[in-house]
């Protein structure tokens, strides 16, 4: 019913740049809120970034000051920009949108920071 689809990823060296890209699709009457998360090798998924309806930006701490999440003009749409990128960064990147009922994820985006 809903669609969640990244793009963006690839490979860049150590303090390189990377922007992602969300976009919802589908039977969408309202979001709650979009954010990004990601799984590195023979880790646990871990929260990134989040993107309240409010407006409200949240960052987890190991990329404050690195990484942006914005809005995009078209609807149902979020970036991650992503600067000062670091080996440990090198993920597997998920797009999560959340509505009143249920949450969806994206299939995923690999990003690998690596000289």
Not at 3 to 11: A, D, F, I, M, Q
Not at 29 to 56: D, H, T
Not at 84 to 108: F, H, I, M
Request: charged share 15%.
């Amino acid at each position: 019913q809903v669609h969640v689809v990244e793009s963006g990823g690839g490979l860049v060296q150590p303090g390189g740049s990377l922007r992602l890209s969300c976009a919802a699709s589908g039977s969408i009457f309202s979001i709650n809120a979009m954010g990004w998360y990601r799984q590195a090798p023979g880790k646990q998924r871990e929260w990134v970034a989040g993107l309240a309806s409010g407006g409200s930006l949240n960052y987890a701490d190991s990329v404050k000051g690195r990484f942006t999440i914005s809005r995009g003009n078209a609807k149902n749409t979020v970036y991650l920009q992503m600067s000062s990128l670091k080996p440990e960064d090198t993920a597997v990147y998920y797009c999560n949108v959340r509505l009143v009922t249920t949450t969806y994820w994206g299939q995923g985006t690999q990003v690998t920071v690596s000289s």
